[in-house]
């Protein structure tokens, strides 16, 4: 009996300790997000970075505008005929998703970008030619952010 105790008692040990290493918080990345309201927009672009490597993995990109406070002011029938096409370019890219909500009288887009699953050669077409690819070189968080702060972005914390 006292060896089916010991038994049990290391079987259920084995058990709490697989269980907390299977739901430890260990595999997520921290992030940063940095902000720029500028001509009657809000850009809100928040990174994912492995930070023991200094390397960006993801950002996501929220932009939000009125209409009427756009420089120059735009209808949204006339902003949806210029950015539509824009838009469409992002469509089909792996490792990007692209959407806009085109409300009465604001906008509201979100670009994804996934650096540890994009195709770089497809992606050029809508982030440039400057645009180096990530799986050959690494993307600074350091760097980023001193850009960023550069163009005016202030980290929201």
Known sequence: MRKLKNILLSLLMISVVVLSTACSSKGSNPTKTFEL??????????????????????????????????????????????????????????????????????????IEIDYENLDYEKSKTVLGNNFQDPAKVKISMKKTEEGLTKQGYTEKK
């Open 37 to 110: 309201e500028k001509d009657g927009m809000k850009t809100t672009i928040t990174y994912t970075y492995i930070e023991s490597e200094d390397k960006v993995i993801k950002q996501n990109t929220v932009v939000e505008g009125e209409y009427a406070k756009l420089k120059p002011a735009r209808t949204k029938e006339e902003f949806q005929k210029i950015v539509g096409p824009i838009a469409e370019k992002y469509q089909g890219i792996q490792g990007i998703k692209e959407s806009i909500d085109y409300q009465d009288e604001k906008f509201v887009e979100n």
